[in-house]
């Protein structure tokens, strides 16, 4: 029983954090349509400037909770500041033109994102720096760090203050109004090109937020970190209905879970015929699974074509 | 077109050197600028290729710097090739650490006529690239991949100057027995040639030395998340883990394990045994177990390691030495052929007897280097320190190697010292004082 506990938090502290990148996915697929491929990159970037800054004030003798606020407050505006660039220069050029324009441009943002993190920060996996005491509490024989108790209850929180802006403020009515109709919410007064910038700034807010949750629970970063984060948390968003934000958290966090079990009990279950390596293979049947049944994800809805 | 562009040539002032150049012997280039004063050296290519993006793009470049390390010193002393000047050109290709990648950048470097390849650096890239080198009649010396299947494909121009996984292997895992005796071992790899080899031959020794071994739990090469398999290992009570990959991965899978609260002994094979660990495991690394094949870095010659310092500012990290010793060894061969051309000078790189930053380097039939001693490492206040060295089977105490290799050959620690230096000049010479 510990040892599934200890799978359930092990998921959980993972999915949470798939959930914060999903919803920098399916907040800009809502809106405009794109996968935005290089969404992962900015986790890695926000994961990098936060090493950066920790790294440089590890030596001092500030609080280790503040310096890694610092590193987080550092983050954020890098991250926002990438992604807003990124909007401006690669993806609104080609927003009136065929699908696919933008999707491969999406690739290649990532591609360059990657190099130009490998310049700057090397190609070696960098080492944070272990600061935050290492604390953790036992819970019915299984075991929680106070980083995965911050990492789920930050992920929680940022849920919760997006939802909240997303439904209950002005901003939020206009992007919700820009993702349903553009033409027509242009008509009604709302500035669409700042909305689909603010919108690439939130989400990169919350990758920053997430790629400095990595790098502080698994004390590393690499300039290669953010694709596959990226195509795991793209997969969340697609599992819980991609445009959907409940959907994208659901979706993370089921993800994770999943992840965790299948590591964990495929190869009890078929007597070590299929090994831990299936973990991934297992969480994209799944994910394949929920996709036949309900094609549109958990709580996506099915929409037509916009005309 | 062949004719016209000769005859055009002729126009111009240097043509004639060009020309006399071209007749001798096929050159492999033609010379781009030809100045009219000394002839032009020859210029033969030297291929290095290893990951130099990616997760472990630091030990790629480390290699990298070993083999131009090589080449420059060659270069800087003079090197006369059938009674002509040679300069040699380093050709260095990154393979990503892909197996895909890897084959493509080798057909790079046949199509760009190198005369030698050393790398590439993982095993599961080295493999399927050897035989377009192999194809191509280039001599290719990894330094660093420890994968057996490499040298058992039958190819003759395929040499390694680092031991086999099946000697790595065992070596750990017998350590391991006798010294850790653990009732219950799980063994994880990274689902690579390299992981997955290794792990296997540390599987097969510890169950024939009668050790429980746990079914085998897989990660990825770029897998940060480990605490699921942990978990499940956690809850079969080990008393020992031993994992098969690189550091990249293997530092977050000790920090997760000593997380979980996991009291086993670590072990890990020669990809994750840097001073790098510590860094990404931080104190979950002290009384980390690993090996390396071959001599520690520290025990590799000081003139090399002193030399690689001024050179590049940092420290050999890991295999340096050894593509080093590579990029040499086909140095002297073609010294000994007296030819770049590679078919000449593959039968004397198949008999060498040569002193190298590593110690003394000679290969069997199937290419593989003789004798090849194994080391295990310890992880104390944040160094890999060396505990003790395995050479055929038998555990040596690292202090006792080191003393037994003063005493038993005062002489012979003096030129193994100046080893590159003097074996480049006479190298016969040089081996014969080591072989007392």
């Keep these: 029983m510990d040892i599934f506990l200890q799978q359930i938090i092990n998921g959980l502290t993972l999915g949470s954090v798939y959930a914060i990148v999903a919803l920098g996915y399916t907040m800009v697929y809502g809106i405009i349509q794109l996968i935005n491929f290089a969404h992962g990159e900015l986790v890695m970037i926000g994961a990098m400037v936060a090493f950066s800054v920790i790294n440089a004030l590890a030596g001092t003798h500030l609080p280790p909770v503040l310096i890694v606020l610092i590193g987080v407050l550092a983050a954020v505006p890098a991250c926002m500041l990438v992604g807003y660039a990124m909007e401006r220069i690669a993806y609104r050029p080609l927003r009136n033109a065929p699908r696919l324009a933008p999707l491969i441009t999406a690739i290649g943002i990532s591609i360059i994102l990657q190099h130009v993190a490998l310049l700057v920060w090397s190609r070696n996996p960098l080492a944070f720096p272990q600061i935050i005491p290492f604390v953790t509490f036992s819970v019915g024989g299984a075991i929680i760090s106070g980083v995965q108790i911050a990492i789920i209850l930050i992920s929680v929180l940022m849920m919760g203050a997006l939802t909240f802006m997303v439904y209950r403020t002005k901003l939020g009515i206009a992007m919700r109004a820009t993702s349903q109709n553009p033409q027509v919410a242009g008509l009604m007064g709302i500035d669409i090109d700042r909305i689909i910038s603010f919108t690439f700034i939130v989400g990169a807010a919350l990758a920053a937020v997430a790629g400095v949750m990595v790098g502080t629970y698994y004390g590393i970063a690499h300039y290669g970190m953010g694709s596959l984060l990226g195509m795991k948390a793209f997969s969340a968003a697609v599992l819980g209905g991609i445009g959907n934000l409940a959907g994208a958290m659901l979706g993370g966090i089921l993800l994770g879970i999943v992840e965790a079990l299948g590591a964990g009990y495929i190869g009890d279950l078929t007597n070590n015929v299929f090994g831990s390596n299936y973990q991934d293979v297992f969480a994209f049947l799944v994910l394949i699974g929920v996709l036949v049944f309900r094609p549109s994800g958990l709580l996506g809805e099915r929409v037509g074509d916009r005309a | ?436």
């Excluded at chain 2, 062949?2 to 033609?30: D, H, N, V, W, Y």
């Excluded at chain 2, 395929?158 to 996984?165: E, K, L, P, Q, S």
């Excluded at chain 2, 897989?218 to 079969?236: C, E, N, Q």
């Excluded at chain 2, 690292?398 to 006479?426: G, M, N, Q, V």
Aim: hydrophobic content about 40%.
């Design chain 2, 1 to 436: 077109m062949q004719r016209m562009r000769f005859s055009l040539a002729i126009f111009a002032a240097a043509a004639a050197l060009t020309l006399a150049g071209c007749g001798e012997e096929k050159k492999p280039e033609p010379v781009v600028s030809a100045p009219p004063a000394p002839p032009p050296p020859m210029v033969v290519k030297l291929g290095h290729v290893g990951p130099l993006t990616g997760s472990i793009a630091h030990l790629g470049k480390d290699n990298e710097n070993g083999v131009r390390l090589a080449v420059d010193e060659a270069n800087a002393k003079g090197l006369t090739l059938g009674g002509k000047k040679v300069k040699l050109e380093l050709v260095a290709e990154d393979d990503q650490a892909d197996p895909k990648v890897g084959t493509t950048v080798a057909q790079k470097l046949v199509d760009a006529k190198v005369v030698g390849v050393i790398g590439h650096l993982n095993s599961g890239v080295s493999i399927p690239a050897s035989a377009i080198y192999n194809q191509a009649g280039i001599p290719m010396i990894s330094g660093s991949s420890t994968n057996p299947q490499l040298t058992e494909q039958g190819f003759k121009n395929v040499f390694r100057v680092v031991g086999r996984d099946d000697q790595q292997g065992p070596a750990i895992a017998s350590y391991l027995a006798s010294q850790v005796k653990p009732k219950t071992v799980a063994v994880i790899d990274d689902a690579t040639a390299y992981g997955e080899g290794l792990a296997n031959e540390v599987e097969k020794t510890l169950k024939a030395a009668g050790v429980k071994v746990l079914p085998r739990e897989k990660g990825t090469d770029k897998t940060a998340d480990f605490k699921a398999i942990l978990t499940k290992i956690k809850g079969k009570k080990p008393d020992a883990v031993f994992y098969g990959g690189m550091d990249a991965t293997g530092g977050p899978l000790l920090k997760q394990g000593r997380e979980l609260g996991l009291k086993a002994v670590f072990a890990f094979g020669d990809g994750a045994c840097t001073e790098k660990m510590e860094e990404l495991a931080g104190t979950a690394a002290e009384g980390l177990l690993c090996s390396q094949a071959g001599l520690p870095v520290q025990a590799a010659n000081k003139k090399f390691l002193d030399a690689y310092k001024a050179k590049f500012k940092i420290d050999p990290i890991l295999y340096a030495p050894f593509t080093y010793d590579a990029a040499n060894l086909i140095i002297e061969s073609m010294k000994k052929a007296d030819s770049p051309d590679p078919a000449k000078y593959l039968p004397e790189l198949a008999k060498i007897s040569y002193e190298g930053a590593s110690g003394k380097i000679e290969f069997d039939d199937k290419g593989d280097r003789k004798d090849a001693e194994m080391t295990i490492f310890t992880m104390k206040g944040g160094k890999i320190e060396p505990i003790a060295i395995i050479k055929s089977g038998k555990t040596i105490k690292f202090e006792d190697f080191i003393k037994a290799a003063e005493t038993a050959a005062p002489a012979a620690a003096a030129p193994a010292a100046a080893a590159p230096e003097a074996a480049k000049a006479e190298p016969a010479k040089a081996a014969e004082p080591a072989k007392k």
